[in-house]
């Protein structure tokens, strides 16, 4: 039987060719749009496309998310995360302008972008509240600590867009627990149509520090955005797709962090986890699936 540490580099391994396929994929298509085409090129691994997937750094072990030099979560408002480095920036303004340019490709479910771009960075959090097929999983959304995030998830929901949607992915690995839900095509490819940036814990560190490629612990009970993993810095690279964390996670500190989970919903995730994935596999679809029938705000 393999160890733990087999299965985590055997689940990194699978992704980094994922990444690799990816990659290749991308440096086609600009090709193909250097040339001229005037087909509906998508460049598979760009926020714009609609593509959004974990990216690397996600098996690294635990010990390696730790330090003696970790800021003390108390600094962070609802946020268990351990993040080594440095404190955090100073107070944000009243206010924030958000960005939502549109993308290359439609939206997978008819929605638009927000309406409202000037946020406020002192607003109080916002409950939401996901009827699934397997149960109730209540959110709290951190609206002070990723204002344009919450601003978007808020607007996508109040819209339909989550309603009849099911969660296509799952990893249950000992340092990697995590189910992927947000996108209405259920194959990891759909988006709302726009995009935006990384916000809380990226925007703790300088774009070009090396801190952000490694790992820290999201742990149980955050909800965080999942991105196409094309800007170190998290620019343009988030669209509809989350992940609900059942599990102690080690990623590098560029997922939007925008809000914790409930009891409730965590007892619901942890009945999905006990199922694995399909197939017996670490990485794929739930082999217990889980659909939502309305996400409700407030």
Known sequence: MPSNEQRRAAAKRKLERQLARRAEQEKKRKRLTIAGSVLGVIVVAAAATGVYFLTRGEDTSSAAAESSSAVPTTQFVNTPLDIPGPPPPA???ATVDCAYPAGQEPPAKPVT????????????????AIDSTQGPIGLSLNSAQAPC????????????????TSCHRIVATPGFGILQCGDPAATGMGGPG???????????????????QQPVNYKRGLV????????????????SQFFLVFGDTQLPPNYT???????????????????GVEGGAEDGGPAIPISFNTVKVG
């Open 194 to 212: 726009y995009s935006f940036d990384n916000e809380y814990p990226t925007d703790l560190f300088p774009a070009d520090d090396p801190a952000l």
């Open 113 to 128: 972008a927000p309406a409202t771009t000037s946020v406020a960075t002192d607003g109080p959090e916002v409950k939401v």
């Open 149 to 164: 995030t919450v601003n978007s998830m808020v607007s996508l929901a109040q819209q339909g867009y989550f309603d009849k």
């Open 224 to 239: 965080a955005m999942a991105n196409a993993g094309t800007s170190p810095e998290g620019k343009g690279t988030n669209g």
């Open 257 to 275: 962090i925008f809000g914790t989970i409930d009891d409730a919903g965590l007892a619901t995730l942890d009945k999905v986890a006990g199922g």
């Open 91 to 93: 107070a944000k303004p």
